[in-house]
């Protein structure tokens, strides 16, 4: 079973700590563009549930090197450890024309000798399915460097559960369920300085590990969250996220996720992500800490 991070599941779901592929320099050489036409590290990481942003967070940026007048992809893989669970989170996104975004993921949780004491069995696993969608609405974070409005995109994420009788037993209302997000993403090409707010509005718990809705609430609720990113050289960047969560069920108490990382891109289409993810209380277990490695393939 999962529990409530105090920080969500960027290691357990690690998923999240995805190398900030948005933030380029702007360099005067063009040696950093190829046939593709986006700049290193402009088209984000795979967070958590698929979508491109950071680990833990979509941002507004489209995924993929595609420009306006191309079609490009990802496709990762994230392993998380914390000290009693672990998270595989794997997937691919497509997006067209700098424009729109489609992403497939899954996640599975393993709740390793947790899921023994909880009467599961040792190794029990939750697998979740997502499908995303993403629209970019407005500005651009890469093009307009003189505009103060950052680029905004609108998104959705379907989410299926695999386990809904566990899922009922621990009181949750639904296996599956749809987060609806907003997000500003702003980049500051002159400070090498990437900065991204999301507005959510969700009943997961757990990012869904755990089902929708609860015994102490069945409603949708706001939560905000946060990231930054700072790129040391061209292909190295350092960051942190927080992500908000609602409390909705009454056997272990959900705390919000963070995590602080280091994102490398040896060559344009490869990047590795390595971070500290702090996932908070995980049902019976307290302080789920560890580490979080990401590895994302793009064009």
């Known amino acids: 079973m999962t529990a409530k991070p105090h920080s969500l599941p960027r290691s357990a779901l690690a998923l999240a700590l995805c190398l900030p592929l948005g933030l380029a320099h702007a360099q005067s050489g063009d040696d950093e ?18 979508s491109a942003g950071g680990g833990l967070t979509p941002w507004a940026v489209i995924g993929g090197y595609g420009t306006r007048d191309q079609i490009g992809g990802n496709a990762y893989f994230t392993r ?12 691919v996104l497509v997006g067209l024309y700098d424009r729109v975004e489609l ?10 000798a947790i899921g023994g004491a909880l009467g599961l069995g040792n190794g029990f696993t939750f697998t979740q399915d997502t499908i995303g969608v993403k629209l970019k609405v407005a500005g651009d974070a890469v093009l307009e460097q003189d505009s103060w409005l950052p680029q905004i995109a609108v998104g959705a994420q379907y989410k ?3 386990q809904p009788g566990v899922l009922a037993f621990v009181g949750a209302r639904d296996d599956s369920g749809v987060d609806y997000y907003v997000s500003a993403t702003k980049l ?8 991204n707010t999301t507005l959510r509005l969700t009943k997961a718990n757990q990012f869904g590990i755990l089902g929708f809705g609860g015994d102490l609430n069945d409603d949708y609720e706001a939560q905000l969250e946060g990231s930054f990113a700072y790129l040391l050289t061209r292909n190295l960047a350092i960051g942190g996220e927080y992500r908000m969560k609602p409390d909705n069920l009454g056997i272990a108490e959900e705390n919000d996720a963070w995590d602080v990382f280091v994102a490398w891109a040896p060559v344009k ?31």
């Not at 992403?103 to 390793?112: P, V």
């Not at 500051?188 to 900065?195: E, F, I, P, Q, W």
């Open 33 to 50: 563009a190829d046939l593709s036409g986006k700049l290193l590290l402009t088209g984000g990481v795979s967070q958590v549930e698929g």
């Open 80 to 91: 998380v450890d914390v000290d009693d669970y672990s998270l595989d989170s794997y997937g």
């Open 103 to 112: 992403s497939f993921s899954r996640q599975a949780f393993d709740t390793q």
């Open 160 to 162: 299926k559960n695999d």
């Open 188 to 195: 500051y090409l002159d400070k090498s300085l990437l900065l």
């Open 269 to 299: 289409n490869v990047s590795l992500t390595l971070a500290y993810v702090d996932l908070g209380n995980i049902v019976i277990a307290d302080d789920q800490r560890g580490v979080y490695a990401s590895l994302q393939v793009g064009f």
